[in-house]
C-alpha cells in the first residue's frame, strides 16, 4: 500500500492537474507513469460501471447514462496524453509500451460494452427516451450509448460475445501494428547525397534544409528523406530523373518490401477481422456496418458519389494528362513517356510556364510567423477570437507552442496547441486532435485543449520556415477542424467537437481553404520576409489564376483513395489474395498513369488501416460537395462576413 501511495503521488496523472486550465502537464510525465496510471484509471473506472450497472434503482438518465458519461474521467485524461504523443512525439519505449497496453484496453472496453445488466439500464432509458422530459440533446446521448453497445456487441450471445472479445482484441493490435510499422519504415529511409551535381534543378531552400537534415545527423553532403517537406520537394524540382525514381520507390513501397515493417499480412488480417465483426454482428460487409451511422447510409450513396465525380473530372484530368505528357515531350523528345515519379517535375514545370508562378515565388510571402498572424487572423474576422501565446503552459516539446484563446466577449473559449515540423517521433501527414473536449458539468463550461499537427517546411540557419501555397492550405484545414472543436457548446464531452458523424466533420476543415484563393484575405498578411512589402497584385492574381490548374487529376487520385477504401471494406468473403493485385484492380477505373508493379499505397494507406477513415475516405469529397454550397454565402455576402 505504501508503495502504490508514494506512486500515486508522484504520478502526475493519479489528480486532476493542478495547472493552467486543467492542461496536461507535459514536464512531469515520464514513460513511467502511463502503466501504472492506465491500470488505475482502468480499475476505478470499473468500479464505477459496476456501481452503475448493480444500482437498486430503477434505470433513469442521471443514474445510468450521465453516470457513464462522467465514469471514465481518468482514463480519458491518460489515454488522451499517450495516445496523442504516441502519433505526435513517440519513441521506441512508447511504441512497444502501446502494444503491452493494448490487449488489456481492448479487454478493458469490452468488460463495459459485454457487461449484460449494464446494457439493460442503457437499454431501458433508450426505451422510455421519448417520454423521460429528456432534452434533444440528452436524447441524442441516449441514444448514442444504446448505438455503441449494439455495435459493440451487447447483444450477441454469450458465445457469440465471448468471440468478440478475441476478435475487437486481436484487431486493436493488429492496427497498431500497421500505424507503427509505417512510422519505423519511413523513419529508416534516407538518401544522402554527396556530389553537388545530383541537386540540379533544387530550390536553395530545399538544398539548404538538406544540408541542415544532414549536419542533424553527424552527415557530410545533403539528406533526403520521406517527410512531406523533403520528399514533395525532390519530386518537384529534381532534375535528376533517377534520384525522382529511386525516392518514388522508397515512398511507394512502403511496408511492402518484406522484412519486419512490412503490412500486408497486417492488412489482410485488418480486412478479414472487420468482415468476422461485421458479420457477427449481423451485417454482410464492414462498409454496411459503418455506413448505417454515416450520412451517406450505405454503399450505394457512396459509389454514386465517386462514380459521378469519376464522370465528370474524368475527362479533364486525362486532358490535364495530355498537356503535361506533351510538354514533358517539348522538353526530352518525343519518344519521352511519362510515369508516376515524373508527375510532380513536369506538371510543376507547365504550370510555371502556363502561369509564370511556382511554390519559391510564394514561399517568401508564407514566413510562418505571418501565416499563423493570417490564418489566427480569419478567426478573429469570422468569430472574434482572439489568440494570445502562454509560456506558462507546459508543452511536450520544445517546438511546439501553446494559446490561450478567448472569444469575442473575451472569455475563455480553449486551449490551442500547434505543432508544425516534422521529427522522427512524429507520424506522417497532418491532423487536429484534442487532449481533453469540451463540457458542461455542475453548471462550469469546461472548455478544450485542442491540438493542430503538421509536417511543415523548417527554419534553417539563414532562413524562417517558408511555406508552400499546399503547406498553408492544409493548416486551413487543419486550424477549421480546430475550430470545430475550440467553438464546441455542448452539455455532454461524447457530443462535443468533431464527434460528429464522419463524413461531416469534414466540413468544416475543407470551408477554411477557400479563403486562400481570395485576394482580399491574402491582403492581410502575406507579406514578404525581408522587405515587408505585400504580396504584389500581379503574383496574388497568378495564385487566383492557377487555383483550378489540375483539379481533375487531384480529384481522380482522391476518388482513387475513396474506391480503394471501399474496395477493401465492402468485401463479402476473407481476402486472401495478393494486396498489390486487389489495389491495382481498384483503382483501375480512375488510374491515370502508368502502374508500377512493385508500388503499393494500401500498405501505408494509415487513414484507413489504422486511423478512423475505414469505409469512410469518401467523407472528404463528400464533404468538399457540402462546402462549396457553404462557401458560396460567403461569397454572395463577403468573405469576412459573420451573419
Known amino acids: 500500500m505504501t508503495i502504490i501511495n508514494a506512486t500515486a503521488k508522484e504520478n502526475p496523472f493519479f489528480a486532476p492537474f493542478a495547472t493552467p486550465y486543467e492542461t496536461a502537464p507535459f514536464d512531469r510525465v515520464q514513460i513511467e507513469h502511463y502503466e501504472p496510471a492506465f491500470e488505475e484509471a482502468m480499475k476505478v473506472h470499473r468500479e464505477r460501471v459496476d456501481q452503475i450497472a448493480s444500482d437498486p434503482q430503477a434505470p433513469t438518465f442521471t443514474n445510468t447514462i450521465e453516470a457513464m458519461e462522467y465514469s471514465g474521467e481518468m482514463l480519458s485524461r491518460v489515454a488522451n496524453v499517450f495516445f496523442n504523443l504516441l502519433s505526435a512525439e513517440s519513441n521506441d519505449e512508447m511504441m512497444d509500451l502501446s502494444q503491452q497496453l493494448s490487449p488489456r484496453l481492448s479487454e478493458h472496453n469490452n468488460y463495459i460494452y459485454l457487461n449484460e445488466p449494464l446494457f439493460q439500464r442503457v437499454k431501458s432509458v433508450y426505451d422510455a427516451r421519448h417520454a423521460s422530459d429528456l432534452t434533444p440533446e440528452q436524447v441524442r446521448l441516449v441514444e448514442k450509448y444504446h448505438t455503441d453497445f449494439e455495435r459493440s456487441g451487447a447483444t450477441l450471445s454469450v458465445d457469440d460475445k465471448e468471440k468478440y472479445r478475441q476478435l475487437s482484441t486481436e484487431l486493436s493490435k493488429v492496427t497498431l501494428d500497421f500505424g507503427q510499422n509505417n512510422l519505423r519504415e519511413t523513419n529508416a529511409y534516407e538518401m544522402l547525397l554527396t556530389d553537388r551535381s545530383e541537386l540540379v534543378g533544387l530550390p536553395e531552400t530545399l538544398v539548404e534544409a538538406a544540408a541542415a537534415k544532414a549536419k542533424s545527423k553527424e552527415k557530410e553532403g545533403w539528406l533526403f528523406d520521406l517527410t512531406a517537406p523533403s520528399y514533395m520537394g525532390f519530386m518537384k524540382y529534381s532534375s535528376r530523373r533517377d534520384l525522382r525514381e529511386k525516392l518514388y520507390m522508397a515512398y511507394n513501397t512502403k511496408s511492402v518490401k518484406g522484412g519486419p ?46 462514380d459521378e465525380l469519376a464522370a465528370a473530372f474524368g475527362p479533364v484530368a486525362h486532358q490535364e494528362l495530355d498537356d503535361v505528357q506533351e510538354y514533358a515531350r517539348q522538353l526530352e523528345g518525343s519518344s519521352f513517356e511519362i510515369q508516376p515519379w515524373d508527375w510532380s517535375y513536369y506538371a510543376d514545370k507547365l504550370r510555371e510556364d502556363r502561369f509564370a508562378l511556382s511554390d519559391e515565388m510564394t514561399r517568401p510571402y508564407f514566413e510562418l510567423e505571418n501565416v499563423k498572424r493570417g490564418v489566427f487572423g480569419l478567426a478573429t474576422d469570422l468569430y472574434g477570437l482572439r489568440f494570445q501565446k502562454n509560456p506558462a503552459i507546459a508543452v511536450y516539446h520544445p517546438e511546439v507552442e501553446a494559446w490561450d484563446v478567448y472569444d469575442a466577449n473575451g472569455d475563455f473559449l480553449s486551449v490551442l496547441y500547434t505543432d508544425f515540423h516534422p521529427r522522427e517521433g512524429k507520424r506522417s501527414g497532418a491532423w487536429m486532435t484534442s487532449f481533453k473536449g469540451q463540457y458542461v458539468k455542475d453548471g462550469i463550461d469546461s472548455r478544450p485543449h485542442v491540438s493542430i499537427v ?37 452539455t455532454y464531452e461524447s457530443l462535443s467537437g468533431t464527434s460528429v458523424y464522419r463524413d461531416f466533420v469534414e466540413l468544416p476543415s475543407h470551408i477554411m481553404e477557400n479563403w486562400l484563393i481570395e485576394k482580399e484575405y491574402l491582403d492581410k498578411f502575406a507579406t514578404h520576409y525581408q522587405t515587408g512589402e505585400k504580396m504584389p497584385e500581379e503574383l496574388l492574381q497568378k495564385i487566383v489564376d492557377a487555383s483550378n490548374y489540375n483539379t481533375g487529376y ?11 477504401d471501399m474496395a477493401w471494406h465492402s468485401l463479402k468473403e476473407p481476402f486472401e489474395g495478393d494486396v498489390r493485385a486487389f489495389e491495382q484492380a481498384a483503382m483501375e477505373r480512375v488510374q491515370l498513369l502508368p502502374v508500377v508493379p512493385e508500388a503499393c499505397m494500401s500498405t501505408s494507406f494509415a487513414h484507413i488501416f489504422s486511423g478512423g477513415y475505414a469505409a469512410g475516405y469518401y467523407s472528404y469529397k463528400w464533404s468538399e460537395v457540402m462546402d462549396a454550397d457553404a462557401f458560396s454565402l460567403f461569397k454572395k455576402n463577403g468573405i469576412f462576413d459573420k451573419s
Request: charged share 25%.
Open 554 to 564: 487531384a480529384t481522380l487520385r482522391q476518388l482513387s483513395f475513396g474506391y480503394l
Open 261 to 306: 515493417y512490412d503490412n500486408q499480412e497486417n492488412i489482410q488480417k485488418i480486412v478479414n477481422l472487420r468482415l468476422e465483426i461485421a458479420r457477427l454482428l449481423g451485417y454482410d460487409k464492414y462498409s454496411e456496418f459503418v455506413l448505417k451511422n454515416r450520412m451517406a447510409k450505405n454503399d450505394t450513396a457512396v459509389f454514386e458519389l465517386l
Open 454 to 490: 503538421m509536417n511543415f517546411t523548417r527554419p534553417t540557419e539563414t532562413r524562417p520556415a517558408l511555406l508552400t501555397y499546399d503547406e498553408v492550405k492544409t493548416f486551413l484545414h487543419e486550424f477549421g477542424h480546430a475550430l470545430h472543436g475550440m467553438l464546441s457548446k455542448s
